[in-house]
């Protein structure tokens, strides 16, 4: 494994100074077997250190290529399970949880998410606040049946696309995936169309801590350089922290995914089979044992925030 940093005569994009340095490196990625490649962006891309700034970041792909590379990679599924406990998947759950713990959830609230795939987390905020209007931005269209949810469109282009006003944005694992040269515009345009107190809730992987650099995240933080960034554009840290610190390791250089990582227990697999035919109160009981997984379901570490207009 290559450990060395080397100094860089490049510029940071945030605070300009060109004291880069070289020093994290893409690892290959496997799923199941066989070894992830894009043509778009790949290991051969640059990790950048500022050691001011407390971020790495990879900005020698273009916009372009990121682009293609989602729009190459990204595969649509169409659901077809009934999943009458998704409000409690593990992570949602606990991202909630999480955040009622700092800050309540008022009536009539303007969520705005990005990314949030085929489930996100407004059935989650759900269970404590049923009077939400739900903004997102995805691909995917969600199809959960709430009033009051509303696709903005399948990309937000920060500046170009107007937001509306809302006052709470939800991030969870899409701040990592920033085109760095994004960032300035991303955190303004949040910053102004938040509502007066308005929140953002940020989930990220904490690569550094892990040394897990993988394609396509384009922004790693350490959590002096996340503080300090939010800062920056204005914003006051309601809280922060970092969860699953334990040490582990493997192989730095080869990241695995294997389908053994999400094993479920043959008494979940039968429940998941069966659960749509049970009455409600049988699949809630055991939703909670079975399901709702002791955690945000992985065991590597994770920075949680929450910030303030
Ligand atoms: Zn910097």
Redesign the pocket.
Known sequence: MITESRQILKK?F????DNLLNKYFYQDQKINGTIIKSEYFNTKNSIYT?E??K?SFCDDVSSDNLEKFYNTTSIIKPENLINRFKEFNSRFFSQVLYYINHCSLKENLKVLELGPNKLGILPSLKIFQNKIIYYYFDQIKINHKFDNVIKLGDFWIPKKTKLPEVDLIWMSHSLEHIHPNDLKDVLESFHSCLSDDGKIFIEIPYDIKNQDFIVPHTLFFEIEGLVNLFKKFKFKIISISEINNSKKKKDTNLRNISKNKKRKSIISQIYLKIQKFLPEKIVKKYAFKNFVLNGPNTTLPIIRMIVEK
């Open positions: 940071c945030l605070c300009n100074k500022c001011e700034c971020i």
